[in-house]
Every structure is written in structure tokens, then in C-alpha cells.
């Protein structure tokens, strides 16, 4: 199903774009057909993109072709962002086409019988390029013709449509690959131990370590976090987007990965995409020293308090038979302390309150990742990213510190949270 929507979805804008940046900006002819071939490489590429990073393919085919899905996405919503505009100027055009005065034509004066030519115009041999008055200088302007000013128009909006869209995807493609944004969130649990107030949690999620990344970004990262001296290291699902034969080496940075309490991950819904599930990561993830939470918790022993920490499995896993247990993670705890749940989608919020849990951490969302695609988020979870309040539990969620699909974020840059409990 997401495959056909996928693919529906790029025709359709492939069309679009087609029709208001070829159809009405050339006239028939060699240009004309250049273009559209053009388009229909570039949805070619798209296709070919989409199945090369299911299969493992890799190089500059894929950058190139997420590089394409990002500026197409900007062209169309420029465009569309501009009909309305578009509309208005071409009514005023035809209006003020219409309200033009009549042009006069010149009387014949002093042609005698003599001259019959007077009366049907000079012989062709005779006839030289009009210099006289045209209807736009009759009428005091210096106007294309209404064709000539639709063709302006069109182009027009073209050059901003164009300017505007790979403006917008050169500053996401800086913003997606540059340092992630150190977010300082505090959160104060209204149960929470005092003893425990100022406990630290290093928050990430979304890292999607594929074939785009590279070492260096898992490098950059666990460096970031390290430099946080964080008390607990939260990993909050969609950690990569491949096996571990494939990935393995871009994860073996996170070794390194420094906490006084150590470091926790739970499955997000790309864990669930490898090819051999979510497993062979969480083995893999033990032996670099990540705890994976499997629908269990654990307790963080902090100045003489103690706080749950708890993790369940993402929604996604409901799917392969692996699905989110609050249950088994929150059952049978005592009541008196406080809580943190790790839950990949903020849309797990709803049962985390159910359970008495007073904050759940969250990642997924990307914080929308292409504005405006924020306000599509928006619609399918309760938060796209910050603080956020559901009965007595809290939920935040970070943007994440990766990328998924084109190498681009507008809007909402990569995040590293450094999350403070307070009483």
C-alpha cells in the first residue's frame, strides 16, 4: 500500500509540475519535448531510488535521486502555494487588457483616382515594415500582447517556484547533515523523589543509519552525547535502516557511548523493516553495551531514590507478532515512584497514561522533517515534537538526529536532547 501511494503520489506531482513548468511555459516544439523528457527521467530516477534503498543499492544514484524527491516536493508546494496569486495577476491582466482603448485608424487622405493603390494598399514589392502606431502605444502603453503577458506570467512564476525550491532544499541538505541541535529541556514530575531532581537523560532517536550516513555520522553523534555527561542515555527507536551485515560497522561508535547509568534502546517501526527483524539488533546492541527494553524496565538508582525506567516495543511490532506490552513493563511496580517510559511513537502516550506513567520520551516524527509536512504529522500523532501534557503523564518528543528518505530537513533540524528531571 505505501508503495502505491509512494508512487501514485510522484506521478501525480510529476504531472503537475509538468503542466505549469512545461505546458505553460514553451510552445510546441523541440523545447517542449526536452523538458518532458526530462520529467520523465526524473521520475524514472525517482522509481528506480525508491527500490534501489529497499535493495541495498547505494552511491549517487540514491542521493541523487532523495536530492529530487526533495526539490519536487518544494516545487509543488511553491506552485500550489502560488495559484491563488497566479489567478489574481491573470485576472488583472485580462482586465486590463479589456478596458484598452479602441485603436483609430488613421482617414485616407489625398489619394486621387490616379491611385487606386490608396485604397488597397501598397503592391507587395512596395511594402515596408510598419512603423506607425500599435494598439499598445495608441493606448499609452508599452504592453505585450495578452498571449505574450500569460507567457510572462507563467515563466514568472516558474523562475520563483524554481529559485524558491532549491533555495529551500540547499539550506535543508545543510541542516540535515550539519551537528544535531543540543535541545535543554527541563521537566519537573510532580511525584518525583527529590533526591532524584537534576537527573539526567540524554535523549536521541531517529538516527536511521543507512547507506546516506556514513560513519562519520554515528561518530558525530556519540561524541555529542558523550559531551553531555548525561546520567542515562535514551535511544528511542529507528536506529537504522538495514541489517547488521550491512550496517554493522556504522553502529560499532556507540561503544563508546558514555552514562553513569548506561545506555537504553527500544525498537522503532524501521527496526521492524530489516530484513531479519529487530532481533539481530538488539544482539548486536548488547555486544556494543546498549541495554535493549523489551517491554520490561529496569530501576535507576540515583542518590539513595529510585526511578522506573521502562521501555516497550513500538506498534509496528504488532505486526510480526513482537507488539508493545505496558503490561509486562509497568505491572507490579510501586506506585510511589516515579516513572519514565521509552516509547518509539508519541502515539503510545494514551496507554502510557492508563498506567500511571508520569513522562514518556518519544521520538518518530522527525518534527514534521519538510515543512510544511509538519501539519501531516500532525494528523496522525498527538505530538510532533516538544513538551507536551495527557492527563498526569507527559510526553516529549524530539525530532530526531537523522534523516529518512532525502538528506533534507526544513524546519526542523536534527536534535540531541539533554532532558532534566526536576521535583
Known amino acids: 500500500m505505501f508503495?502505491?501511494?509512494?508512487?501514485?503520489?510522484?506521478?501525480?506531482?510529476?504531472?503537475?509540475?509538468?503542466?505549469?513548468?512545461?505546458?505553460?511555459?514553451?510552445?510546441?516544439?523541440?523545447?517542449?519535448?526536452?523538458?518532458t523528457l526530462c520529467l520523465v527521467v526524473l521520475f524514472a530516477m525517482l522509481v528506480a531510488t525508491f527500490v534501489g534503498a529497499r535493495t541495498g543499492l547505494e552511491g549517487w544514484l540514491v542521493w541523487?535521486?532523495?536530492?529530487?524527491?526533495?526539490?519536487?516536493?518544494y516545487l509543488a508546494v511553491i506552485l500550489i502555494m502560488?495559484?491563488?496569486?497566479?489567478?489574481?495577476?491573470?485576472?488583472?491582466?485580462?482586465?486590463?487588457?479589456?478596458?484598452?482603448?479602441?485603436?483609430?485608424?488613421?482617414?485616407?487622405?489625398?489619394?486621387?483616382?490616379?491611385?487606386?493603390?490608396?485604397?488597397?494598399g501598397p503592391t507587395p514589392e512596395r511594402a515596408e515594415p510598419s512603423t506607425g502606431p500599435t494598439p499598445e502605444r495608441l493606448a499609452g502603453r508599452d504592453l505585450p500582447a495578452a498571449p505574450d503577458r500569460r507567457l510572462f506570467l507563467a515563466r514568472t512564476v516558474a523562475f520563483v517556484a524554481g529559485a524558491g525550491a532549491l533555495g529551500t532544499v540547499g539550506y535543508g541538505l545543510s541542516s540535515a547533515l550539519g551537528d544535531?541541535?543540543?535541545?535543554?529541556?527541563?521537566?519537573?514530575?510532580?511525584?518525583?523523589?527529590?533526591r532524584l531532581s537534576g537527573l539526567r537523560f540524554a535523549v536521541v532517536s531517529d538516527v536511521h543509519l543507512g547507506p546516506l550516513t556514513g560513519i562519520g555520522h554515528t561518530e558525530r553523534i556519540v561524541r555529542m552525547i558523550n559531551g553531555l555527561?548525561?546520567?542515562?542515555v535514551a535511544i528511542v527507536g529507528d536506529l537504522v535502516d538495514g541489517s547488521v551485515a550491512r550496517l554493522g560497522p556504522l553502529a560499532r561508535p556507540l561503544r563508546h557511548l558514555e552514562s553513569r547509568y548506561g545506555a537504553f534502546f527500544v525498537t522503532g517501526n524501521?527496526?521492524?523493516?530489516?530484513?531479519?527483524?529487530?532481533?539481530?539488533?538488539?544482539?548486536?546492541?548488547?555486544?556494543?553495551?546498549?541495554?535493549?527494553l523489551r517491554n520490561?524496565?529496569?530501576e535507576i538508582r540515583h542518590q539513595g531514590a529510585v526511578l522506573d525506567l521502562a521501555g516497550v516495543n513500538d506498534v509496528g511490532g504488532a505486526s510480526v507478532g513482537d507488539p508493545p506490552d505496558f503490561a509486562k513493563a509497568l505491572g507490579g511496580r510501586?506506585?510511589?515512584?516515579?516513572?519514565?517510559?521509552?516509547a518509539h511513537q508519541p502515539i503510545q502516550v494514551s496507554e502510557a497514561a492508563r498506567h500511571g506513567v508520569d513522562l514518556q520520551l518519544s521520538g518518530h516524527t522527525h518534527g514534521g522533517q519538510l515543512a510544511p509536512f509538519n501539519l501531516v504529522v500532525g494528523l496522525q500523532q498527538p505530538v510532533v515534537s516538544g513538551l507536551a501534557r495527557f492527563g498526569g503523564t507527559q510526553v516529549y518528543v524530539t525530532r530526531g538526529a537523522g534523516f529518512w528518505g532525502p538528506p533534507v530537513r526544513v524546519g526542523a533540524p536534527p536534535e540531541i536532547t539533554m532532558l532534566e528531571l526536576g521535583s
Open 334 to 342: 510501586d506506585p510511589r515512584r516515579s516513572s519514565v517510559l521509552l
Open 64 to 73: 541523487a535521486g532523495y536530492i529530487w524527491v526533495a526539490v519536487m516536493f
Open 229 to 232: 555527561e548525561a546520567d542515562v
Open 270 to 292: 524501521h527496526e521492524y523493516f530489516a530484513p531479519e527483524g529487530p532481533g539481530e539488533w538488539i544482539e548486536e546492541l548488547g555486544e556494543l553495551g546498549v541495554r535493549s
Open 3 to 35: 508503495v502505491l501511494i509512494f508512487l501514485g503520489g510522484g506521478l501525480l506531482a510529476h504531472a503537475y509540475l509538468w503542466w505549469r513548468l512545461v505546458r505553460q511555459t514553451t510552445g510546441p516544439g523541440r523545447l517542449r519535448r526536452v523538458l
Open 82 to 120: 502560488l495559484e491563488i496569486p497566479r489567478a489574481v495577476a491573470a485576472a488583472f491582466l485580462r482586465a486590463r487588457s479589456r478596458r484598452s482603448p479602441p485603436v483609430a485608424v488613421p482617414a485616407l487622405t489625398g489619394p486621387g483616382p490616379e491611385r487606386p493603390e490608396a485604397l488597397t
Open 296 to 298: 520490561e524496565r529496569v
Open 180 to 194: 544535531p541541535v543540543i535541545e535543554r529541556v527541563q521537566v519537573g514530575l510532580p511525584r518525583l523523589d527529590p
